[in-house]
Structures are given as structure tokens and as C-alpha cells.
């Protein structure tokens, strides 16, 4: 079973559709990771593959679509936008463990408490939020320290039924990420540079949280190892930094 795949191809044909897609590459080795986790009959396939695009408006459009078995499933999917939109980052950590589900969603805002911003970002998904938040309840237990990072319109669900992933998850999903791209669609390029130094610093700050905090770093490091695994979150999943300073400024 996985679980995620509808979501992965729902959301690049909708992409395809409505933007001028371009490929994004991905480094070598990072394509797509395979091991064989577990012993005897517990023995399973652990399967990684990573997708990633850009237009002119989106730095780095990328998925890591993690596939190993029923109790191991996840689509980590996240928008960057060029440092020179104030566009939030969209943002889906759908993770099925052992445990149950795991559903974050949410477009993450660069400013996350000015209120014009929320107008301009927030404002206009709060009724497709509640709509879908009638079915998808608060989560409980989200880490303060992450909560800068998260819209007052954030999904945060632990569904017990896969169910419920397959249809209102799919549902808000698909919602979310049509109402992105009608952001994208009206972002007009920032030139003040002020603003722009602004929008910087809010990336890195949110680049930086995520990097460091990865909660996917325990399980590729179990699966891939250490070296893998910190390539992979500082070369492709997280790369923003080492894109400014391999650019010339
Ligand atoms: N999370 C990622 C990436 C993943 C990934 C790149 C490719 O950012 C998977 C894989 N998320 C993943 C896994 C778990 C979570 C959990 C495997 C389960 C970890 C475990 O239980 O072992 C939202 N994701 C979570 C949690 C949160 C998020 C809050 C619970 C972790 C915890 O309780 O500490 N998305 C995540 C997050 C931000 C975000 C913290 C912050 C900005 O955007």
C-alpha cells in the first residue's frame, strides 16, 4: 500500500497543469534510496524518491515520498518561493508510523504575526481551513518552538482511520494547494530592499529551523546512515543555504 502516491501525482499533474514547470536537479545518489531494514519475517524494503521542480516565481518545488511497507509511509512536500516573492512556504508533512497518522498542512508564513501579511495569506483560506478542520481536529502536542512557523490556518490531525487520510486528508490537500497556486498566480515580484532583506532573513530562519530540527532525521539515519542522511537534508531537502553561498552576490 501507498498511501501518499495519489497525493504525489495529484499534485504534479495539478502543478503541470497550471505552472511552466521546470526540473529541478536533484544531486546524484538522491533520486531514489533503497534498503532493506528489519530481520527475518520482519525483513522490509524501505524505499526513497525525491521529485523537484522550479518555475520563475518558485525556487524549489520538492517532494520526498518515502514508501516501506503499511506502518511506514510519508510525503514530505514543500514549496520554496524565489527570495524576491513574499509568497509562504507550502508546507505537507503526511507521516504514517507504526503509531498512526501524522498530518501537518499548512501555507507557512514568512511574518508569521504582521497583521497585513495574515490579511494577504492567511485571510483568504480561513474558510476552506474550517471547513476541512471540522473533520480534521487539532492534533494536540505540536513543539512550541515551531509554532513561529505555522499560519493560524494550519492543519495539525492524527487520524486513527487510513480512511480519513484517503478522503478529507486527500480533500484538504488538493483545497490547500489550489488556493497556493492562486497566490502564486497574483505574486508581483518585491523590489523594495528593505522588504527584500526581510524576506531573506525569514527564509533562512525558517530554512534553518527545519533543517536542524528535521523529524525525519532518526529514520534516514537508521535506514541510509549518517552521511546520506545529512546530505540529503542540507543538499536537496534544505538547500538554501548552500545555494546563497554558491551563488555569486
Ligand atoms: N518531516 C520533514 C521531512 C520529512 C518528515 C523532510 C522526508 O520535515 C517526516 C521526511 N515528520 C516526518 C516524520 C515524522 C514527522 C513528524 C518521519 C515522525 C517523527 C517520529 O515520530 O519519529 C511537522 N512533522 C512531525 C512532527 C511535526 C511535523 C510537528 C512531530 C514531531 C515532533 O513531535 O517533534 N513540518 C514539521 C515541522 C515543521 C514542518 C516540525 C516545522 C516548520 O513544517
Known amino acids: 500500500m501507498t498511501l501518499y502516491q495519489p497525493f504525489l501525482d495529484y499534485a504534479i499533474a495539478l502543478l503541470q497543469e497550471r505552472l511552466n514547470l521546470q526540473p529541478y536537479a536533484i544531486p546524484q545518489g538522491f533520486e531514489s534510496k533503497q534498503a532493506t531494514v528489519g530481520k527475518g519475517k520482519h525483513q522490509q524494503e524501505v524505499l526513497t524518491t525525491s521529485y523537484a521542480y522550479q518555475t520563475t516565481k518558485l525556487r524549489q518545488i520538492r517532494a520526498a515520498h518515502v514508501q516501506g511497507g503499511n506502518s511506514l509511509q510519508v510525503l514530505n512536500f514543500v514549496i520554496f518561493p524565489h527570495l524576491n516573492y513574499d509568497l509562504p512556504f507550502f508546507g505537507a508533512d503526511l507521516v504514517t508510523l507504526p503509531g498512526g497518522h501524522l498530518i501537518a498542512l499548512d501555507m507557512q508564513p514568512l511574518f508569521r504575526d504582521d497583521l497585513g501579511y495574515q490579511a494577504k495569506y492567511t485571510q483568504p483560506i480561513l474558510a476552506t481551513f474550517h471547513a476541512h478542520q471540522q473533520h480534521l481536529p487539532w492534533g494536540g502536542d505540536f513543539p512550541e518552538e515551531a509554532q513561529p512557523f505555522f499560519s493560524p490556518a494550519f492543519i495539525w490531525t492524527r487520524p486513527q482511520e487510513t480512511e480519513v487520510v484517503e478522503t478529507h486528508v486527500f480533500a484538504a490537500f488538493i483545497d490547500y494547494l489550489q488556493a497556493y497556486l492562486d497566490f502564486v498566480d497574483q505574486a508581483q515580484p518585491i523590489t523594495d530592499s528593505k522588504y527584500l532583506a526581510d524576506i531573506e532573513q525569514a527564509q533562512l530562519r525558517y530554512l534553518g529551523y527545519r533543517a536542524e530540527k528535521d523529524p525525519a532525521r532518526g529514520m534516514f539515519t537508521r535506514f541510509y546512515g549518517a552521511e546520506w542522511t545529512e546530505e540529503y537534508i ?16
Open 234 to 249: 542540507h543538499g536537496f531537502l534544505f538547500d538554501l543555504e548552500r545555494k546563497l553561498a554558491s551563488a555569486i552576490r
